[in-house]
């Protein structure tokens, strides 16, 4: 028998895991936003939730003090769909205080509006797919 050291694993907890630091109230409220999805969130989840590219999605996800409206972890996605709130002018600062923020650790952030969402989803969809598949490609 060899003694091998152990792999330590990232905890999907960490700084750099998954959930990036997430406290336990932001997954409460990730899980009251699961219930309670816009009609172009539910559109939109109906499309990724099996997978777009190889690849998984999360929906309403902790990212430390954020929630993604959708997420995939393996190419650091993060995706948001603004209804007519993010108009507003200090909606539209705190989104940008919050994208630059999530820039800054490494994740791609893209914007649709419900709108886009509700009435082009097949454009939007392959807008989403283009993206994913440069990002793996990037990634690997």
């Known amino acids: ?14 700084r750099e895991g998954m959930f990036n630091e997430a406290n336990p109230l ?9 219930k309670n999805m816009t009609d172009a ?9 099996a997978g777009l590219k190889g690849l998984k999605f999360r929906r309403q996800h902790p990212l430390g003090i954020y929630i993604a409206d959708f997420y995939c972890h393996k190419i650091r996605l993060v ?14 600062l705190y989104d940008i205080k ?10 791609r ?3 649709f509006t419900n709108d886009k ?6 454009t939007v ?3 989403i797919g283009l993206i994913a598949e440069n990002l793996s490609k990037s990634s690997k």
């Open 26 to 34: 932001i997954f409460e409220l990730a899980k009251s936003l699961r």
């Open 1 to 14: 028998m060899t003694n091998k050291p152990l792999k330590k694993s990232k905890s999907a907890f960490s």
């Open 117 to 122: 969402v509700l009435k082009e989803i097949v």
């Open 79 to 92: 995706i948001e769909v603004d209804g007519n709130i993010h108009e507003k002018d200090d909606v539209k």
């Open 41 to 49: 969130e539910k559109v939109l989840w109906g499309y990724l939730k």
């Open 98 to 107: 919050r994208e630059t923020e999530l820039k800054n650790e490494g994740y």
């Open 109 to 111: 952030v893209v914007r």
């Open 125 to 127: 969809i392959a807008e």
